[in-house]
């Protein structure tokens, strides 16, 4: 297994899986939202306000998980207003429960860390909440 960072020619495969995730999340494909992917993960990756890792076997991927970093007002308990949203979490289904989420996880928590984030967000899957939870995040009403 190959860990990575997604680049430019990665977009047409982070394009594809983000649909096939979504549909694992059982929401139904009643839209064409290809240019809008396309146009999403160009503009983010190339200003730098998305890092997306990806996990390869023999040149496949078989995992991504990403933090997009977003700008809020700054506030007494977030001064730079700076927070990272963890999204993209997928791992093709012959490679769950294997702990890559997990190890993906940690990476997206060093890439906050790295840039002096310290407010971390999503929103989880059925799936995905174990992940998230024994990693320590709270689950809240937002």
Same mark, same amino acid.
């Given at each position: 297994?190959? !860990?990575?960072?997604?680049?430019?020619?990665?977009?047409?495969?982070?394009?594809?899986?983000?649909?096939?995730?979504?549909?694992?999340?059982?929401?139904? @494909?009643?839209?064409?939202?290809?240019?809008? &992917?396309?146009? !999403?993960?160009?503009?983010?990756?190339?200003? #730098?306000?998305?890092?997306?890792?990806?996990?390869?076997?023999?040149?496949?991927?078989?995992?991504?998980?990403?933090?997009?970093?977003?700008?809020? @007002?700054?506030? !007494?308990?977030? =001064?730079?207003?700076?927070?990272?949203?963890?999204?993209?979490?997928?791992?093709?289904?012959?490679?769950?429960?294997? #702990?890559?989420?997990?190890?993906?996880?940690?990476?997206?928590?060093?890439?906050?860390?790295?840039?002096?984030?310290? =407010? &971390?967000?999503? #929103?989880?899957?059925?799936?995905?909440? @174990?992940?998230?939870?024994?990693?320590?995040?709270?689950?809240?009403?937002?």
């Amino acid at each position: 297994m190959e !860990y990575r960072k997604a680049s430019m020619k990665d977009i047409p495969s982070l394009c594809q899986i983000r649909k096939q995730q979504l549909m694992d999340e059982g929401i139904e @494909p009643n839209i064409e939202i290809d240019s809008e &992917l396309k146009k !999403y993960f160009s503009v983010k990756l190339q200003d #730098g306000s998305l890092v997306e890792w990806l996990i390869e076997v023999d040149g496949t991927i078989i995992a991504t998980a990403a933090i997009a970093f977003m700008d809020f @007002p700054p506030t !007494y308990t977030n =001064k730079s207003g700076i927070k990272g949203y963890i999204t993209n979490m997928y791992r093709a289904p012959a490679y769950r429960g294997q #702990g890559l989420a997990t190890s993906l996880l940690k990476k997206l928590v060093q890439e906050a860390k790295n840039r002096k984030v310290h =407010k &971390l967000w999503l #929103g989880a899957s059925k799936l995905g909440r @174990p992940v998230y939870r024994k990693f320590g995040f709270v689950e809240t009403n937002e």
